[in-house]
Nanobody, 122 residues
Framework: QVQLVESGGGLVQAGGSLRLSCAAS????????MGWYRQAPGKQRELVAR???????AYADDVKDRFTISRDTVKNTVYLQMSSLKPEDTAVYYC????????????????WGQGIQVTVSS
């Protein structure tokens, strides 16, 4: 069994900061890319940031100057440091990990967390 558990969400005022964490656990062999996605009401899910096992990062244009993604490969944990938050950042944030598990050694499978609410008040 593999699970991803997000933490660190909540309610903040515009201009504030939050740090999201996501820990992958279970029968994991290798975690490749990890990332954060978000979905606001009435909108499609969108990529926020991704990071490879080697630490290469990619960001959505609207968060590039404000958010930082990082990871601890030993702990299989990915973080999203969010600063200068705006009301339009309000969404459910989902953690993603592309990984190989002990029960499926021949392919990389995408796993998702349950989502965590981030609300930014104006």
């Amino acid at each position: 069994q593999v699970q991803l558990v997000e933490s660190g969400g909540g309610l903040v005022q515009a201009g504030g900061s939050l740090r999201l964490s996501c820990a992958a656990s279970g029968s994991i062999v290798t975690v490749n890319d990890m990332g954060w996605y978000r979905q606001a009401p009435g909108k499609q899910r969108e990529l926020v940031a991704r990071i490879t096992r080697g630490g290469t990062t990619a960001y959505a244009d609207d968060v590039k100057d404000r958010f930082t993604i990082s990871r601890d490969t030993v702990k299989n944990t990915v973080y999203l440091q969010m600063s200068s938050l705006k009301p339009e950042d309000t969404a459910v944030y989902y953690c993603n990990a592309d990984l190989i598990s002990r029960t499926n050694l021949f392919r990389v499978v995408a796993y998702w967390g349950q989502g965590i609410q981030v609300t930014v008040s104006s």
